[in-house]
């Protein structure tokens, strides 16, 4: 079983949705979650950083995490067509920055005009 | 947060040959990430450089095969040693968050590598 899964889709929505995506995790250390937005030969982006479980809004933003399902999710509201991209959840036990992240494979999102 | 700039940012290169890549950061970090994103794959962490001493690799991963340098601070190299088409990837570099700044990994974006 994979540390991390996550649906690499493509996932497909008009222009407008909410956008909701998903990953689950198998170790029950992690503590520190993040969404990284990556555009086409570009290196990824930090968009959301959650500390344990809870809810955090930024703009259009949201990222939960439930710690005890171990399952993160992103929503994106009022989605627009720049936000076609690939989405990848990523993971941490540690907030020192003494080690690396563990990722999920990315769910590749279309917004369609 | 940092600003990394990786080069080359893409290349085709011969089996049995070596690439260099190199990351410059715009500050000085204490570590420094390499990972790898195969086509279809999750970023996977090559090794941990920590400036002074030598790199920590994961598991799959050996330094004969992806010798890494930390010369100081603000830069590091990563080779890809006798190539071959399995080692072509995506290759990035990253920075730890810096200890009283905004929590996130800074990436670069990316060495594209093509062995043929």
């Known amino acids: 079983q994979k540390e991390v899964e996550q649906d690499p889709g493509p996932l497909s929505v008009p222009e407008g949705a909410i956008v909701s995506l998903n990953c689950t995790y198998s170790?029950?250390?992690?503590?520190?979650f993040m969404w990284y937005r990556q555009y086409s030969r570009k290196g990824p982006e930090l968009l959301m950083y959650?500390?344990?479980?809870g809810n955090k809004e930024d703009g259009r933003f949201t990222a939960q995490v439930d710690k005890s399902s171990k399952y993160i999710s992103l929503f994106i509201r009022d989605s627009q067509p720049s936000d076609s991209a690939t989405y990848l959840c990523?993971?941490?036990?540690?907030?020192?920055?003494?080690?690396?992240?563990?990722f999920g494979k990315g769910t590749h999102l279309i917004i369609q005009p | 947060s940092a600003v990394i700039s990786q080069k080359p940012s893409r290349d085709i290169c011969q089996r049995g040959t070596s690439l260099t890549i190199q990351c410059q950061v715009d500050s000085q970090v204490t570590m420094m990430f390499w990972y790898r994103q195969q086509p279809g794959q999750s970023l996977t962490l090559i090794a941990t450089?920590?400036?002074?001493?030598?790199?920590?690799?994961e598991s799959g991963f050996v330094i004969d095969k992806f010798p890494i340098s930390r010369p100081n601070l603000t830069f590091s190299t990563l080779t890809v040693s006798n190539m071959s088409p399995e080692d072509s990837s995506i290759y990035l570099c990253?920075?730890?968050?810096?200890?009283?700044?905004?929590?996130?990994?800074?990436f670069g974006s990316g060495t594209r590598l093509t062995v043929v």
């Open positions: 990523a993971m941490s036990d540690s907030g020192g920055g003494a080690d690396g992240l563990t």
């Open positions: 450089a920590n400036q002074g001493s030598e790199a920590t690799y």
């Open positions: 959650t500390y344990s479980s």
């Open positions: 990253s920075v730890a968050p810096t200890p009283g700044g905004p929590y996130g990994y800074t």
């Open positions: 170790n029950s250390a992690f503590q520190y």
